[in-house]
Each structure stands twice: as C-alpha cells, then as structure tokens.
Nanobody, 123 residues
Framework: QVQLVESGGGLVQAGGSLRLSCAAS????????MAWFRQGPGKEREFVAA????????WYADSVKGRVTISRDNARNTVYLQMNSLIPEDTAVYYC????????????????WGQGTQVTVSS
C-alpha cells in the first residue's frame, strides 16, 4: 500500500513557475513508477508526466513538454514536478499517482492516487 500526499499547488501568474511535491509512504517507493496527472473542471483526467523506477526514463505529455520536469528522490520517497512558463491552460487539480512496476502515460495502469493539489494560473 502506498499513501501519496501532494503539496506545492497554488495561484501563480502566467509565465511563472511552480514546483509540486508528492510524498509517498512505505519502504518500497523505489519499486513504483510515478506520474502526474491533472484534471480541469468538467474535463477528463489527463496525463502530464511520468518517471521510471530509477528516475532515468521520463515521459511527458505534448502539452507540457519543454516546460515541465519530473524527478524523483527515492531516498526521500518523493517525486517532484517542476513547472515553468505556466499558462492558464495549466490550471487544474494535479494528482500524483503510483504504479507497481509500471511507468508511462496509461492512467489505468496506476494503482494509487493522491488527493490532488490545485494549481491556478492567472492570465
């Protein structure tokens, strides 16, 4: 079982930066692929970024590629999402997700989810 807690969301101006953190419980964090998804009001949850077990392989949605960096610190049981050059379209609730052994963009492959953190980008 994995407990995920997101933090770092808030209100930022367009063009600004924000770093989200996801703290995971348990000693088996390094065995989980991690990802970030987001969901705007009235919209489906969509993939943002994912990172492999070792942190070497990373995936990004086309909508955020070049503006977002996902990283993980297995020693601290934490995954990060650094977001730069934010635009209003980035406004959403951002969710951290974990999957036992899987890393990638497939939402249905993720087993555990945090409760989300709100990111609002003002124009």
């Amino acid at each position: 079982q994995v407990q995920l807690v997101e933090s770092g969301g808030g209100l930022v101006q367009a063009g600004g930066s924000l770093r989200l953190s996801c703290a995971a419980s348990g000693r088996t964090f390094s065995t989980y692929g991690m990802a970030w998804f987001r969901q705007g009001p009235g919209k489906e949850r969509e993939f943002v970024a994912a990172i492999g077990l070792s942190g070497i392989t990373r995936w990004y949605a086309d909508s955020v590629k070049g503006r977002v960096t996902i990283s993980r610190d297995n020693a601290r049981n934490t995954v990060y999402l650094q977001m730069n050059s934010l635009i209003p379209e980035d406004t959403a609730v951002y969710y951290c997700a974990a999957s036992l052994g899987y890393s990638g963009s497939s939402l249905v492959r993720y087993d555990y989810w945090g409760q989300g953190t709100q990111v609002t980008v003002s124009s």
